[in-house]
């Protein structure tokens, strides 16, 4: 008989499968799966390895960046820090234009931020969300500083002497005792010794100490704070001044609600405001609404971005889908010419081609002079061909029409010709056997063009940028000018991350539909 | 010679299993242990992890669990380059860029060595395998049989002790392959190397092997030099695997030692071998080889069991008489005699009787 | 598709209709390179064809524009800051890429697709968004309006390319190759530079063309990310397009189309090197 050293006897055939219920188990017993993992890490940790350098560079160069944006669209952290205290004393304070204690935290965070040159920052960035916010917080800010609050210093100062000695304050307030007492003062002195040091440069300990710490320790005191390590002073007979008749003396809109409202809606460190700014919306007391008539741009934007790039993708098809038939059904050799033509441009500077058709379109343009020369139109009724919609149609088809010729080409070059043979033998005529069998067949090739140029003149920028005027810009060219020149980075941002969210859709769609790994280039 | 070394084993697989999806196992419990300068072939139906087994071996695919050893030593972690085995692949897998000369260097260079030696040894490669003149072509300017010589002349360039080969001549038409196998027996056996070949030609392995292994669904049915495999399949599937076989299914009756008798479904009983039943009531499939049916009384062993059978078809084969019966209920029973001045040729719609030896007649499983 | 002898007149003409057809179309493709490259030859500044020119007349042409670009500084500071910029973002996106592409042809590679999604992103992403992130992120870490800032940023965005151009040479290796290489002694990387690199080279060097022509063409991403010291060529066409357009935009776009038929033409002797050396190998 046979030698052969097979365990478990002589195997017979198929009644020798192992009867199995559960998961597989190996030999060894341990789960088949777990086995196999066990014997494949090698190899998959070597793949990793090969594909990390490359995967933490993107991270880092291309994703993290991306994220940060996403971040920044729902960042709003300026008026918490630019006004801490007035944040906390709204949050206490619910009536349309709050009371005292709010007015006092925004006196002192005022003065702050003047220092720190912040308030105007603060204001530009409400701008965006209620008008005339920027001039309010710019004249306030300049005013804020001539307050009368510095009678509490020299009433105070005239109660005791030690009041004036700046030593004597640092000592004060290095008192665990005295910080406990007197909590608005502790608050007010430390901020005003930070920005004394980080802004002048000068010692705490030296410098006169702001009339706004004189007013913390003034409500201190009026509010029956008794410190241990500090003279006593009697506060009952002290001349006052309120902080809220200040401000809407100095301007009335901080009598009125609606400074307020702005102030409480963004208050968060997290908030949906660009991104109701970016459709038109904005947060107002009685929840969100649309914005006035004139300011509503964005919804319209998107909106005129979607319908051009569908109308260049349309003639994207029209156009590539009749080369693209012409350079699969002729012989290699001049296909291969032919295509020279589509490959051309396609690898040209797309600076090249938009100037190219820059030229070409003006009105004193080379077109306009043929057209003039052959007589079709006179010379004054030269066509206005660029700096609109018609100039960024022109070009952005010219620009992606190669995107849309090669895969409705790659399609194309793997339909055998046996199929509308076939069709023609069967009965068909050209007309039938084309629409009935051939074009169904191109129809992949028809989606990954348009998905492919749909993506990609969506998000364009330089060329609407150069020929669209003001008719002819995309969304991409709104949220440059958000970065660069209105820096609402947050807006920007905003809008960039609906973009986004569009083109990763279709971004998915084109992976279903053809597969990101059969992505092909050209020749 | 393989019997002298038959202890030392070379290569072992030790309970090797594979599975690539951790779902199912491609190959299962793998136990077999080849000698020094034995050729063994792998045979089996496609799909039946030949070559998975071979890529075990080789290092270019893990073994989920198990064992596999060279001279005793594990070689689970040893990665391919640091094996030393010489492989041929079925698609040859010769560099295209870069010359017949370049491709044999290559393993050479690996190792090291000098220049002239180099050079004398790619060149008693190629005169080895008839192939001195064609150094310097690029391998896309060969022809198949060319190119396959050359992928064996460098499997072997480095001087391995083990060569591996998965269907190395599938691509060839039959009169190359024939020629080929010839060639490669011939050079297997002067340079004594242990060669583990795969393929799925039985003629093939038959005509090669100092033992065959049968695969069949992961696992090796039958481990046997090429005679014994033929003439004594231990499982049908090896039987019908194997060469041309008659099977008749029935119920064992009687059980002796070395003789059974078999009740067949038709009700006519017959002697034979017991192979795979144990006892009786078992249900079998009982294997007959076409050249080992004889019709001719007067040979057959007084006493034994004949069964009635009607002619079908007679088809001549030159050297051969083939002709299909039908017995006990299978009209696909075929008979073969050889081409002599005193053969019978059968007419269609004859009825004869045909018996055979017991020991001829193998009962099997009923798989 | 060549018209049979049976065709109707109604076929016959539909058949010179339909290649008339395609010679506009693709006349529309190639015209506005073809007409900027005589304009640039103006020997005035207009950006139409003078009637000297029509005429034929010599006096008509000059080599005036080039003449700028080729000492005026505005111009030469952008081309060589281009050149500076463009080989290095290259070399980090062609060596990063293929190393890359390597480690994703394996077997076994976990995540595979999600991996291939994020690498290929660069591409997909519309640039201003890129050049968004890629502006806030980099000036929280310093790194905008410098050289290495410029750099980076263009190699992510050459990477796609590199990426499926190799990706897709190495679909068609022959993965056996890679494993004679291993039975006949080679360890990992002697295999990747004796073997699996030679035959996959054409992919990398058109990888590298495209990460190549990616940074050298793009625009956005270094108008935000860049500072004046790295203002490039595309920059310079830009603000000359929007500004004070100056004819010697004309002939920096002929020599970038120039440099483009170079190019196509360096893809095109790989292509067939490549299929060449496909041929060679035994199906
Ligand atoms: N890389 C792989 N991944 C998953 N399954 C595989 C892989 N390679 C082989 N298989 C499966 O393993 C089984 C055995 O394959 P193997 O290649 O070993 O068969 P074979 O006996 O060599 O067949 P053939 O004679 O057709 O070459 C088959 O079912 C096959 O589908
Ligand atoms: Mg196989």
Redesign the interface.
């Known amino acids: ?8 006897g ?9 009867v199995t219920s559960g998961p ?1 188990l ?3 017993g341990t789960p ?2 777990a ?3 066990r ?2 890490r ?2 998959k940790l070597r793949a990793l390895l090969l594909i990390a350098p490359l995967l933490l560079f993107i991270l880092v160069t291309f994703v993290l960046p991306i994220g940060d944006m996403l971040l920044r669209s729902v960042q709003n952290g300026i008026v918490a820090d630019t006004l801490p205290r007035t944040v906390a004393a709204l949050s206490q304070d619910a009536s349309e234009v709050p009371g005292e204690p709010v007015f006092d935290a925004l006196y002192t965070d005022l003065v702050i931020a003047e220092e720190y040159k912040r308030h105007t920052q603060l204001g530009t960035r409400l701008n965006y969300e209620s008008g005339g916010a920027s001039s309010l917080f710019r004249g306030t800010g300049r005013a804020v500083g001539r307050f009368e609050t510095s009678i509490y210093a020299d009433q105070l100062r005239d109660a005791d002497p030690a009041f004036d000695d700046s030593a004597q304050w640092a000592a004060w307030m290095a008192d665990p005792g005295n910080r406990d007492a007197l909590p608005q003062t502790a608050d007010a002195y430390d901020a005003w010794a930070t920005l004394t040091t980080e802004v002048h440069g000068d010692d705490p300990a030296e410098e006169d100490v702001g009339d706004f710490v004189y007013a913390a320790l003034y409500r201190d005191l009026a509010a029956g704070s008794r410190p241990p390590a500090m003279p006593a002073v009697d506060v009952s007979g002290f001349e006052t001044v309120t902080a809220k008749e200040l401000f809407i003396d100095d301007d009335d809109a901080w009598g009125e609600p609606a400074i307020w409202n702005t102030l409480r809606a963004f208050a968060p460190r997290v908030t949906p405001g660009y991104y109701l700014n970016a459709v038109d919306l904005q947060m107002t007391p009685d929840g969100i609404a649309p914005r006035a008539e004139g300011d509503r741009i964005y919804v319209q934007l998107f909106i005129r971005t979607m319908v051009m790039s569908m109308l260049i993708t349309a003639s994207c098809i029209l156009l590539g889908y009749p080369v693209a038939y012409l350079l699969a059904s002729l012989p290699m050799r001049s296909a291969n010419l032919l295509m020279i033509l589509v490959l051309l441009p396609f690898w040209t500077s797309l600076l090249v081609r938009t100037s190219a058709w820059k030229v070409l379109l003006q009105q004193q343009g080379v077109i306009n002079d043929l057209l003039v020369w052959v007589g079709v139109i006179g010379n004054d009724g030269r066509l206005v061909m660029i700096n609109n919609q018609t100039g960024t149609i022109i070009a952005m088809t010219h620009i992606l029409l190669p995107f849309m010729i090669l895969p409705l080409y790659s399609v194309m070059k793997g339909i055998p010709p046996s199929f509308v043979r076939a069709a023609k033998s069967l009965g068909a005529n050209d007309w039938t056997a084309f629409w009935r069998v051939y074009f169904p067949q191109s129809v992949p090739g028809i989606g990954a063009g348009s998905i492919l140029v749909f993506i990609l003149s969506i998000g364009y920028y330089i060329t609407p940028e150069l020929v669209g005027g003001t008719k002819g810009v995309f969304i991409s060219n709104r949220i440059a000018y958000h970065i660069s020149d209105s820096l609402n980075w947050g807006l920007a941002a905003a809008l960039g991350t609906i973009l986004l969210a569009m083109v990763l859709l279709l971004y998915w769609a084109y992976d279903k539909l053809v597969g990101i790994d059969n992505v092909k280039l050209g020749g | 010679m393989v019997q002298a070394s038959r202890d030392a084993a070379f290569v072992e697989f030790d ?1 090797v ?1 594979k ?7 491609v190959v ?2 793998l ?3 080849i000698p020094k300068g034995e050729f063994l072939t792998m045979l089996g139906p496609s799909g039946s992890g030949k070559t998975t087994c071979l890529m075990m071996l ?3 695919e ?5 064992e596999i050893r060279i001279s005793g030593r594990n070689i689970n972690d040893v ?9 041929v ?9 870069m010359s017949v000369a370049e491709n044999l260097a ?2 050479l260079e ?2 090291k060595m000098d220049r002239a030696e180099r050079e004398a040894k790619v060149k008693r490669a190629l005169d080895m395998v008839q192939m001195g003149q064609f150094a310097n072509r ?3 300017q060969l022809s ?1 049989g060319q ?1 396959q010589r050359i992928a064996l002349a ?2 072997l360039v ?1 001087e391995p002790e083990l060569v ?1 080969m998965d269907e190395p001549l599938g ?1 060839l038409d039959k009169q190359l392959r024939e020629h080929m196998q010839f060639e490669i027996k011939h050079i297997a056996d002067n340079l004594g190397i242990t060669v583990v070949y795969v393929t799925h030609d039985q003629t093939e392995a038959l005509t090669m092997s100092d033992r065959v ?1 049968v695969f ?2 992961g ?6 030099p090429p005679d ?2 033929y003439e ?1 399949p ?4 090896v039987a019908q695997f194997i060469g041309e076989n008659n099977t008749l299914e029935g119920i064992v009756t009687v059980m002796d030692q070395n003789r059974c008798v078999v009740r067949l479904d038709s009700g006519d009983e017959i002697d034979a071998k017991p192979v ?1 039943v144990a006892r009786v009531g078992d249900r079998t499939k009982v294997s007959i080889r076409p050249e080992r049916v004889e019709f001719n009384k007067s040979r057959l062993q007084p006493g034994a069991h004949t069964l009635r059978a009607r002619v079908e078809e007679f088809i001549y084969m030159g050297d051969m008489f083939r002709t299909r019966l039908s017995v006990a209920g299978n009209d696909e029973f075929i008979i073969k005699s050889r081409n002599a001045p005193d053969q019978t040729r059968l007419q269609p719609g004859q009825e004869i009787e045909i018996g055979w030896l017991p020991e001829d007649c193998r009962a099997l ?1 009923a ?1 | 598709m060549a018209l049979p002898i049976y065709a109707s007149t109604g076929q016959r003409l539909w058949h010179y209709a339909f290649r008339i057809i395609c010679g506009l179309i693709l006349f529309y493709l190639i015209a506005p390179l073809l007409v900027i490259i005589p304009l640039s030859f103006n020997a005035q500044d207009f950006f139409t064809f003078t009637p000297e020119m029509l005429r034929l007349d010599p006096a008509g042409y000059s080599l005036e524009h080039y003449r700028d670009f080729f000492t005026n500084p505005d111009w030469q500071g952008p081309l060589w800051n281009s050149l500076a910029i463009a080989p290095v973002a290259t070399l980090i996106a062609v060596a990063l890429g293929t190393l890359a592409a390597v480690g994703l042809s394996q077997a076994h590679v976990p995540f595979k697709g999600a991996i291939m999604a994020i690498l290929i992103s660069p591409m997909i992403v519309p640039l201003i968004i890129s050049a968004a992130g890629m502006y806030f992120f980099y000036s929280r870490i310093g790194l905008q309006g410098t050289y290495w800032g410029v750099v980076l940023a263009h190699a992510a965005l050459g990477i796609p390319f590199v990426i499926i151009t190799v990706t897709a040479t190495l679909v068609g290796f ?1 993965k ?2 890679t ?10 990387a ?2 990747f530079r ?2 699996q690199m ?2 996959i080279l054409p992919g990398v060097v058109s990888g590298a063309l495209f990460a190549f022509i990616t940074s050298f063409d793009e625009v956005v991403v270094v108008l935000f990310m860049g500072a004046a010291g790295q203002k490039t060529l595309p920059w310079q066409m830009f603000i000359g397009l929007r500004e004070q357009i100056s004819p010697t935009i004309l002939a920096a776009a002929t020599v970038l189309i120039a440099l483009s038929v170079l190019l196509l033409g360096t893809l095109e002797l790989l292509r067939r090197r490549s299929e060449r ?7």
């Open positions: 008989m046979a030698d052969a050293t097979i365990s478990g002589m195997p017979t055939g198929r009644e020798a499968r192992p597989m190996a030999a060894d088949l799966r086995s196999l993992a014997s494949l090698r190899q | 309970r299993q599975s690539y999806d951790g779902q199912t196992l299962k419990d136990n077999l242990s080789a290092g270019f893990t073994a989920t669990h198990g990665p391919p380059h640091k094996r030393g085995i010489g492989m692949f079925q698609n040859y897998a010769l560099f295209p860029h290559f393993p690996v190792r690029r391998p896309a198949g190119q460098r499997a480095f591996l691509a292994a069949n669904d696992r090796i049915q039958q481990l046997a014994e495999l004594a231990v499982n049908s599937f795979n499983d798989a | 022959d056996s190759l494993r004679a290489a291993a039975s006949l002694g080679a360890g990992p002697r295999t004796k073997v030679p035959l050396l496909r041929g060679l190998t035994p199906v």
